[in-house]
């Protein structure tokens, strides 16, 4: 079936969801483009992070053209494909962030410990939404996960990940800064589909939202913007 077809038969969300599902992969492909061609006009130092940019971008893009038609032929949310997505993608972004502090003396321990919290922030999630969605469970699993991206948050704003930025000061503390700000309030979409897509306490409070909207439009904002503000530092340091 193509994407026409569903968007003349389907009903008006699903033709959306859809939608957002086959325009996120065509936005993730466009940017992994955009990274890899542009990688060699940067020196060494830079060349890395914006490898790591586009493998983002290229990661989503594939597991989109399988959300997007597995959606299409079950009409049920691509969970399993979803996880395994941010589970590459995540520690990537993780990746980032000691990639551009590596300069001021970012050691590996800083990366190790964000990919760790970031793995539990997702193996929880999923053990919330993919086991435990209608069992009036969701919302622990979902708190624990949340605790975990707390960590994150806590370590980039004020830990030892600020510190570093502090102390390089320049493009590379602004370009830290604004990553920081994509966490706190990128990241932060994340939740709200969740508690959209599961049920809880908070079943209602976004009732009229679809999670798999909520979570496209999230990975759009987020990864395409984190290799934006690292490609931007790359072009502000060159
Ligand atoms: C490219 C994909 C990204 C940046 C995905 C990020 C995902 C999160 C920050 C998910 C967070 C969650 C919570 C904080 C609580 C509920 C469960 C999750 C996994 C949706």
């Known amino acids: 079936m193509n994407i026409l077809n569903l968007m003349i038969e389907g009903a008006p969300i699903e033709n959306l969801i859809t939608f957002t599902f086959f325009i996120g992969c065509m936005a993730m492909m466009a940017a992994s483009v955009f990274f890899f061609l542009s990688m060699n006009s940067f020196g060494e130092k830079w060349r890395t992070s914006i490898l790591v940019s586009g493998l983002i971008t290229f990661i989503a893009a594939v597991h ?101 930025a502090a102390s390089a000061g320049g493009a590379v503390q602004a370009a830290h800064k604004t990553l920081c700000w994509f966490v706190l309030v990128g990241w932060a979409i994340y939740p709200i589909g969740y508690m959209a897509g599961t049920e809880g306490w908070y079943s209602g409070i976004f009732g009229g939202l679809d999670m798999d909207v909520i979570y496209n439009v999230g990975d759009a904002i987020n990864k395409i913007g984190f290799g934006l503000v690292v490609y931007q530092l790359a072009v502000d340091s060159k």
């Open 64 to 164: 989109y053209w399988y959300m997007r038609e597995y959606y299409m032929d079950t009409g049920s949310s691509p969970t399993f494909f979803r996880y395994v997505d941010w589970i590459l993608t995540v520690p990537l972004m993780c990746v980032e962030f000691y990639l551009i502090l590596k300069a001021a003396g970012a050691q590996k321990s800083l990366m190790w410990k964000l990919i760790l919290l970031s793995t539990i922030m997702l193996i929880t999630g999923y053990i919330g939404e993919g086991l435990h969605n209608d069992d009036g469970q969701a919302w622990l699993w979902g708190l624990i996960s949340g605790i975990a991206y707390f960590a994150i948050v806590y370590e980039i704003w004020l830990g030892g990940a600020a510190k570093l």
